[in-house]
């Protein structure tokens, strides 16, 4: 079975990224690896960050790309793989992954939205936003330190005491089961 994926050029992508061990923290003990490998990966291949949230074992992200490029996977294997190589294996390693020379620290693959418009995008951006509070880290979405809201707030674009209504959010929408 081939798994077709939305390839618009220079569209915006809703991203869920998540750890193959999901009871992991490493996104969060290793923030600095992650956010290292991410800026050098935009710097050669580029794309606009438009909304983040880095959890202890998934992240959710909302890309737009070059209105030349449609490229997101090769983005997605190098921040994978650039990660990966500078974290100690500690990892366990099934005998498929073994055998293909691979780590065990992400899951192989994830999910991609294309935004469709203005309503899409927003939602989606909320999603990201509220994340650590579906999960029970925080009580409020700016006490989470790995998310792009802080920027939000800096910009104006949300005010500090920023809540968020889940009424009719269908969390399979966002490709993260809990």
């Known amino acids: 079975m081939h798994y077709r994926r939305a390839d618009v050029k220079g569209g915006t992508y809703f991203f869920t990224v998540n750890l193959a061990e999901r009871n992991n923290t490493l996104l969060v003990d290793e923030i600095d690896v ?5 800026n050098k990966v935009k710097k050669q291949h580029p794309f606009k960050l438009d909304a983040m949230v880095v959890l202890r074992d998934h992240l959710h992200m909302l890309w737009t790309l070059p209105v030349y490029d ?9 921040i994978k793989s650039g990660f990966s190589r500078q974290i100690p294996k500690r990892e366990r390693i099934n005998t498929s992954r073994r055998t293909k ?10 999910w991609e939205h294309l935004i469709r418009n203005e309503c899409d995008y927003e939602k989606h951006v909320d999603y990201i ?6 999960h029970g880290y925080v009580k409020c979405a700016t006490d989470w330190l790995y998310s792009s809201i802080h920027t ?3 910009k104006g674009i949300l005010s500090h005491d920023w809540g968020y209504n889940d009424d009719g959010i269908d969390e399979d929408m966002f490709g993260e089961k809990t």
Request: proline share 3%; glycine share 6%.
């Open 34 to 38: 992650l956010r290292n490998v991410m």
């Open 101 to 110: 020379g691979e780590r065990g620290i992400w899951q192989r693959r994830y």
């Open 129 to 134: 936003h509220n994340n650590p509070v579906k």
């Open 152 to 154: 939000y707030i800096l």
């Open 70 to 78: 449609n490229d997101y996977a090769t983005r997605w294997m190098l």
